[in-house]
């Protein structure tokens, strides 16, 4: 904005004009402050529960001991996290493509594996911090209830803004209810005012609601492909707000000079925004070195542009959420390819639904004799000899207990195994 103070010929218009600038400025100050109200969220969360503030210590007091204890994963031990979005819409255009989604994914899949094209050159004072925190996402193949599903439930509400944001993540409200967050990330994403990009919940409050689990982000800042905010066409909102659902703090610990709990990024004194150029703010008054703030750290508030990194300590963080209160995503079976099976890839059956609850119907395409299904360790659990049908309806839901299981054709020379998942 240019203005020229002196076209205003009287002194009090002058005063006048500054007040109402400072008042601009001040409010665009404030509306940059609302990029990502997790914490914000999370204080009026507390207020009426007042106990998540027990459990947030106790998961930090966890944290803190897996990571000097140096619990470690298993190095290369790589995890795929079942991820399904929910597409909350009044107007058409909210409603995204599948593109613009499948954008968001691979960005996840890129910042997580620090496999984005502009993270920093070995040149760079910061390059030895950014790490691989070996996560990736994928879109769910399997809902909760075992049926094959694309990963996205598309919602229309007649809310053009919830009141209370959180009704969007229930179907009774208008939204739409989150998929058993133990198994999966669950994205919602609807149009946000007030220029609020997202919001995540912290892993510590799973238990005690895992209704609220989730990551919310605004529809103009979700992927790459769309109607994006220009600042925030990269898909680094959801990068940062995973950040906070794996238990990320902002890297200015929320206060000047905050502790967000990780040793190798750097102190800063508060949120940076737009794009710093680097060094920036060297020698701040928390103790940083010529190299200054580490703006460029998803965890920060830059634009989408700007940001690049997560460091070693900011992942060792998330593997200590992964080996606690977000454990099941380990054996999640959200993302397993369960294509195989429902194809006619075996020689002589098919086998539906799958994943299921135990019941489940095998049809053969010629009348087969003997086939057999065994568990994880190769024990023979259902044997069907002598069959004479063409489709044979199974029921061992008093036989076996939920898991995987293996099922093969003892007649076909084309015995393959394949997988069974009994939910
Ligand atoms: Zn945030």
Redesign the pocket.
């Known amino acids: 904005m240019f203005l020229d103070l002196k076209k205003f010929k009287s002194k009090n218009m002058q005063k006048l004009l500054l007040i109402a600038l400072s008042f601009i400025f001040i409010t665009a100050a404030n509306s940059q402050n609302t990029k ?1 109200v ?1 914490t914000e969220t999370w204080k009026k969360y507390q207020e009426k529960n007042p106990s998540a503030e027990a459990r947030k210590q106790e998961l930090e007091k966890f944290t803190k001991k897996w990571i000097e204890g140096k619990q470690t994963k298993i190095n290369g031990q790589v995890i795929s996290i079942p991820v399904v979005v929910h597409v909350i819409y009044y107007y058409d255009e909210d409603n995204i493509s599948d593109e613009q989604i499948y954008s968001q994914i691979d960005v996840l899949n890129e910042d997580f594996r620090l496999l984005n094209s502009d993270s920093l050159d070995e040149n760079h004072p910061f390059w030895f911090n950014t790490a691989d925190s070996e996560i990736e996402f994928c879109l769910a193949n399997v809902d909760p209830f075992g049926n094959l599903t694309d990963g996205i439930t598309r919602t229309y509400t007649d809310s053009v803004e919830f009141i209370d944001r959180d009704n969007l993540k229930f179907s009774a409200s208008g939204g739409e209810d989150n998929w058993d967050p133990n198994s999966y990330l669950n994205f919602w994403v609807f149009p946000l005012s007030n220029g609020l990009l997202g919001y995540a919940t912290f892993p510590s409050d799973l238990n005690a609601n895992p209704e609220l689990d989730g990551v919310v982000v605004s529809t103009s800042a979700f992927g790459t492909f769309g109607n994006l905010n220009p600042s925030n066409n990269l898909g680094r909102t959801a990068t ?2 995973v950040g ?1 659902w794996l238990n990320l703090r ?1 890297i200015w610990g929320d206060d000047f000079c905050g502790d967000d709990f990780v040793g190798d990024t750097k102190p800063a004194e508060e949120a940076n925004y737009n794009c710093p150029s680097f060094p920036h703010r060297d020698f701040n008054s928390c103790g940083t070195n010529e190299n200054g703030e580490m703006f460029m750290n998803y ?1 920060d508030y830059v634009d989408d542009a700007c940001m690049n990194m997560f460091t070693f300590g900011q992942v060792d963080r998330m593997w200590a959420t992964l080996s606690s209160s977000r454990v099941d995503l380990l054996s999640s079976i959200g993302c397993d390819d369960v294509s195989d099976i429902q194809e006619f890839t075996s020689n002589n059956f098919k086998l539906y639904p799958n994943p299921n609850c135990g019941q489940f119907t095998i049809e053969f395409i010629e009348k087969t004799s003997n086939l057999e299904i065994l568990d994880i360790l190769g024990k023979q659990v259902f044997f069907l000899k002598d069959n004479n049908e063409l489709s044979v309806k199974i029921d061992l839901t008093s036989k076996i207990k939920s898991g995987t299981y293996f099922i093969r054709s003892l007649d076909s020379k084309n015995n393959k195994l394949h997988k069974l998942v009994i939910k």
């Open positions: 990502c997790t940062h707000e906070h902002h965890m």
